[in-house]
């Protein structure tokens, strides 16, 4: 998975504090002359830190350098998808929008009726579908499709007991992987748990597929300097 590169802090706060050794401050502070002048130099200088404090000066400084490091990482955060070509973003559109689609076919599933060989292809295309929009997500630097994505993955992990018992198991890579016949003789009430229902696994699933349709839309309209909605409020796809 790719990245953000996070901002570097050090500019900022060599600009409030000043931590150059060449500073009068500094200087004083870690020299070892025993002058008068040297002395006085510090005195004053601290005196008028002191002063600084008892202003709210230094507090302003903070409040400053902490909002603008926000505003910062916002920006980041913003920008993160530019850096996705159209291809890459494609992709992920088209991987999500098929898994989109599965999941409410499963959703709506009757597998109390449904033939061995109608439930094995169907829950084989949520399977590659699925491991799609993961291998697409890898691929991604948008921050917003990045969390999307680990937000189902979540999903998966928390029903990962009920997916082994029909037959589906998660991989290192966060891929799923089936056996055919343990899903043949898996409990109906497990696959309609899983699938079935608007509270259900898929339906949830479905909702972060639907969602990441939505982000990369968004985010190629973005790319390509056009509009993602139409005068009518929805999108261009």
């Keep these: 998975?790719?990245?953000?590169?996070?901002i570097n802090n050090n500019s900022y706060?060599?600009?409030?504090?000043?931590?150059?050794?060449?500073?009068?401050?500094?200087?004083?502070?870690?020299?070892?002359?025993?002058?008068?002048?040297?002395?006085?130099?510090?005195?004053?200088?601290s005196v008028s830190d002191f002063?600084?404090?008892q202003s709210g000066v230094y507090k302003k400084a903070l409040k400053s350098y902490y909002a603008s490091q926000k505003e910062d990482d916002a920006?980041?955060?913003?920008?993160?998808?530019?850096?996705?070509?159209k291809v890459t973003l494609s992709n992920m559109k088209s991987?999500?929008?098929?898994l989109s689609s599965t999941m409410?076919?499963?959703?709506?599933?009757?597998?109390?009726?449904?033939?061995?060989?109608?439930?094995?292809?169907?829950?084989?295309?949520?399977?590659?579908?699925?491991?799609?929009t993961i291998n697409s997500a890898k691929n991604l630097n948008s921050y917003g499709m990045l969390q999307t994505s680990v937000w189902m993955k979540e999903q998966t992990d928390t029903a990962e007991g009920l997916l082994n018992n029909v037959g589906i198991t998660i991989g290192d890579d966060n891929t799923l992987s089936l056996n055919e016949e343990t899903l043949k003789s898996a409990s109906k009430a497990d696959l309609k748990t899983l699938f079935n229902g608007s509270s259900s696994y898929g339906a949830r699933v479905a909702s972060q597929a639907s969602a990441l349709v939505n982000q990369a839309t968004s985010q190629i309209a973005l790319n390509s300097g056009t509009t993602t909605y139409t005068s009518s409020g929805f999108y261009n796809t």
């Design 1 to 6: 998975m790719s990245s953000i590169n996070g």
């Design 51 to 53: 002063r600084m404090i």
């Design 13 to 45: 706060l060599s600009q409030l504090f000043n931590t150059s050794s060449t500073s009068g401050t500094s200087s004083s502070l870690f020299s070892s002359s025993s002058s008068s002048t040297d002395m006085y130099s510090l005195l004053s200088s």
């Design 104 to 132: 409410a076919d499963l959703k709506t599933m009757d597998f109390d009726s449904a033939e061995d060989e109608d439930l094995v292809s169907k829950v084989k295309e949520y399977v590659t579908n699925y491991n799609s």
């Design 75 to 85: 920006n980041t955060i913003a920008d993160s998808g530019s850096a996705d070509s």
């Design 95 to 98: 991987a999500a929008s098929k």
